[in-house]
């Protein structure tokens, strides 16, 4: 490889990466209402949680695997390894033997560990290919392209749900591999990331790749330069960082506030509300799940909307000043279709939904792309690694409990006092920003940190 490659040509494949991770993120969202009328698992509540959740529970495992095996192997060849996985899971799983739901759930988590190398390696190989300057728009970036492709799987499932019989989940799960193996021939063509290539040793090749993507040879010394110091700082900062020091004096106010607004950010229960709107419409009407496909879309719209209002106030409002108005806004979704209910017990049900649009609208644009924002700016260089991936696997657990337990939830409890505990749960996150979390805009690492020293 001795040709430049367009930093649009690494975009459009990152970018691929988070189509990827949406994709699977929605596609159950509608083949659930088809597999649940198909398996009878309609008074099955802990197999549909299950069976849904199983992909957050792999991704758990998937992120840190993925984390150990980049630093052996590359991060392009694992990302090319877990577009495998995911074009394996996604045709097992359309494969699924009738009643087959242990064999599903097994496949589901099989295909979460893909989704979680994913949702880690794509964003960290973009950065370190971007020039500097771009690096700033990446996480508002990355999220478009997963709800992008939550809308994706949301309009695959709309055109997929009148074919007969088991044929409407089969093929929506199915699709789920097309993105997989877009993502493993268009990262074939990439180069590996020059950070990687210097840690191993190999300064010639990482010269090479960084020559067809940096404009001039002065730009490329410095990188490389700034690299290999970065390199060391890190190496260094990650022998001398251990549990205690993450929860020691120095630090324990920083990691709080960075793994409390990654873990608030699922509690508040919006994977809740894409996993499962066709049936909280079915509840909130008494009509078929099935034949309520067209909400899922308008939901994906909203976020996608929402992805790319972030990306223009990203660096003009205060990050604590929109995870609060967002919050506060959210649970107010929450708790009014409970207090209307109370008011008006002939309101239309279809309120509750309405209400759950206003919702997704907030959070698409503060707490689901500035939680990762945050988690990315709050800890110094010295815990940066294992802060942020305990901040990491704490949001996946957290996302696996949300999808595992909501339909349990909603099975034992009506569904306006189920929105009103997720309601609860956006105050305490509010009341947490406010009281715990510091202000990152605009900082340096060093400021941030004394800020943490000061409390």
Not at 107 to 118: D, E, K, M, T
Request: proline fraction near 4%.
């Amino acid at each position: 490889m001795d040709k430049k490659i367009s930093n649009k040509f690494i975009y459009f494949f990152g970018s691929f990466g988070g189509i990827l991770f949406g994709y699977d993120i929605g596609v159950m969202t509608g083949a659930l209402p088809f597999l649940q009328t198909d398996w009878n698992l309609s008074s099955a509540s802990s197999l549909v949680g299950w069976i849904t959740s199983a992909v957050m529970f792999g991704a758990i495992f998937g992120g840190a695997l993925a984390g150990q095996l980049s630093d052996h192997l590359g991060r392009r060849k694992v990302i090319l390894y877990s577009a495998v996985i995911f074009t394996i899971g996604s045709i097992l799983s359309s494969m699924a033997p009738y009643q087959g739901t242990f064999f599903l759930i097994i496949v589901r988590i099989f295909l979460g560990l893909a989704v979680g190398a994913a949702s880690a390696l794509v964003p960290a190989y973009m950065s370190e290919m971007a020039p500097a300057k771009m690096r700033g728009r990446l996480s508002g970036l990355n999220q478009t392209m997963i709800v992008s492709g939550m809308l994706l799987s949301y309009i695959m499932d709309y055109l997929l749900k009148d074919l007969p019989g088991d044929w409407a989940w089969r093929s929506m799960l199915f699709c789920a591999a097309i993105p997989a193996i877009i993502l493993f021939f268009g990262v074939l063509r990439l180069p590996e990331s020059p950070r990687f290539l210097l840690r191993n040793g190999d300064k010639a090749e990482a010269r090479n790749v960084l020559s067809m993507i940096r404009s001039n040879q002065s730009e490329i010394d410095e990188e490389i330069n700034q690299i290999k110091k970065t390199t060391k700082e890190e190496s260094t900062a990650t022998k001398n960082t251990n549990l205690a020091t993450l929860f020691g004096k120095k630090y324990r106010y920083l990691v709080i506030a960075g793994v409390g607004v990654a873990t608030f950010q699922q509690f508040q229960g919006a994977n809740a509300i894409f996993y499962y709107i066709p049936l909280i419409v079915q509840k909130a009407t008494g009509k078929a799940a099935s034949s309520a496909l067209m909400w899922p879309i308008i939901q994906g719209i909203i976020l996608v909307l929402g992805s790319l209002l972030f990306i223009v106030i990203a660096d003009k409002v205060k990050r604590r000043t929109l995870l609060m108005m967002g919050g506060s806004v959210m649970a107010l979704s929450f708790f009014l279709p409970s207090i209307i209910d109370w008011i008006m017990p002939d309101a239309s049900p279809m309120m509750i939904v309405l209400f759950l649009s206003l919702y997704v609208a907030f959070y698409s644009f503060t707490w689901a792309p500035l939680t990762w924002v945050l988690v990315g700016e709050i800890f110094p260089l010295s815990i940066r690694g294992r802060a942020s991936g305990i901040a990491s696997s704490m949001n996946w657990v957290c996302s696996w409990l949300v999808g595992l337990i909501f339909p349990i939830m909603t099975e034992s409890m009506s569904q306006e006092l189920v929105f009103a505990i997720f309601g609860i749960i956006c105050v305490l996150g509010v009341l947490f920003v406010r009281t715990r979390v510091p202000e990152t805009q605009g900082k340096t690492l060093e400021q941030i940190e004394e800020q943490g020293l000061n409390r």
